[in-house]
C-alpha cells in the first residue's frame, strides 16, 4: 500500500499547516488525505483552504463540522466557535466578483466536500462512523463516563458495528487508538507514537494539526502504510498565530492562548 499522511483539524492556522507539510515532505508520502475542519477558530482560513485544495490528492478531503458550520450555519457552538464561523463566512463567501479572487471556487468545494470515504476496509471520517460531522469518541466513554448524556457503552458498540476493520477519525484533536475488541483506549505514549494494524477493529484518530488538545501544543499527524500508524509531532510558530487572533477583533483571545498549552 501507498504511504499516506493523514492530517485533521487544520482550523486556518497556516504556521501549523506549513509546518506539517515540510515535515511530510522529508516522510516521502505518495499522498495526503484530510479528514476535515480545514477552517474555524483561526486567523487564516482563505490560505488554508487554498492550500489544502493544493496539496491534498482529490476525493481524499471531508468535511468536518466546522467547514460544514461556516457554510450553513454555526447551531450548537459556543460563542467563540460561533462568531469565528461567521467571522470565516464574510471572509470566505462568494460575492458578485467572487470569481476573480478564487472566493467562488472555495465556497463551492467547501460546500460540496463529502463527509467520507471507504478505501477497501478503511474508513474515513471526520467525527465518527455513526454521525460523520459532530459526534465525539472520547477516552472518557471507554472509562465508561458520558460526554453528553449518551449511553457510552451503546455510542462505541453502535459506532464499531459501522467500522469495516480500521477507521481514521479526527473532531476530538486527542490522538490515540480505541480497540474494538475491549473498547480500550490506547494514548501515544502507551503506544510510543506507533500502532500496528492487527486483526482488531480500531478507531484511531489521527490528532489535530492546527489546535492540538491532549497537553502537546506541537501539531499532530500520522503516516499511514496499511501495516502501521505513526503519529508524527510538529513545533510550530504557535506565537505568530496566536497573534494574529489576538489582533483579530471577530476571533477570542482564549482561541489564540490556549495554543500555547495544547488544550
Not at 487564516?44 to 460544514?68: L, Q, S
Not at 470566505?92 to 471556487?105: N, P, V, W
Not at 466536500?113 to 471520517?125: K, R
Not at 477570542?252 to 495554543?259: C, F, I
Request: aromatic letters at 8%; proline letters at 5%; charged letters at 25%.
Amino acid at each position: 500500500m501507498r504511504r499516506i499522511a493523514i492530517i485533521s483539524d487544520i482550523h486556518s492556522n497556516m504556521a501549523a499547516l506549513n509546518a506539517v507539510l515540510a515535515d511530510i515532505r522529508d516522510q516521502k508520502v505518495d499522498a495526503i488525505y484530510c479528514l476535515g475542519d480545514v477552517v474555524g477558530y483561526g486567523p487564516e482560513p482563505a490560505e488554508a483552504m487554498r492550500t489544502i485544495i493544493e496539496v491534498c490528492e482529490p476525493g481524499k478531503i471531508i468535511a468536518g463540522n466546522h467547514d460544514h458550520a461556516v457554510i450553513h450555519e454555526p447551531i450548537g457552538f459556543n460563542a467563540e466557535a460561533r462568531n469565528a464561523a461567521l467571522w470565516t463566512n464574510q471572509v470566505i463567501r462568494s460575492g458578485f466578483l467572487g470569481f476573480l479572487s478564487g472566493r467562488s471556487k472555495r465556497w463551492k468545494w467547501l460546500r460540496d466536500l463529502p463527509t467520507s470515504f471507504t478505501e477497501g476496509d478503511v474508513l474515513y471520517v471526520h467525527a465518527s462512523p455513526r454521525q460523520h460531522l459532530e459526534e465525539y469518541i472520547l477516552e472518557e466513554h471507554t472509562l465508561g463516563r458520558s460526554f453528553m448524556g449518551e449511553d457510552p457503552r451503546q455510542l462505541l458498540e453502535e459506532n464499531f458495528a459501522l467500522v469495516p476493520k480500521t477507521c481514521f477519525v479526527g473532531h476530538t484533536h486527542r490522538p490515540g487508538v480505541i480497540t474494538g475488541d475491549d473498547f480500550t483506549w490506547h494514548s501515544l505514549t502507551s503506544l510510543d507514537y506507533r500502532w500496528n494494524i492487527d486483526a482488531r477493529k480500531t478507531i484511531i484518530n489521527v490528532g489535530s494539526v492546527g489546535q492540538p488538545r491532549d497537553g502537546d501544543p506541537r501539531s499532530c499527524y500520522v503516516i499511514f502504510d496499511g501495516a502501521s500508524v505513526v503519529w508524527r509531532r510538529v513545533a510550530y510558530d504557535v506565537e505568530r498565530t496566536r497573534k494574529l487572533i489576538i489582533d483579530n477583533p471577530m476571533l477570542g483571545n482564549h482561541l489564540g492562548d490556549r495554543l500555547l498549552v495544547g488544550r
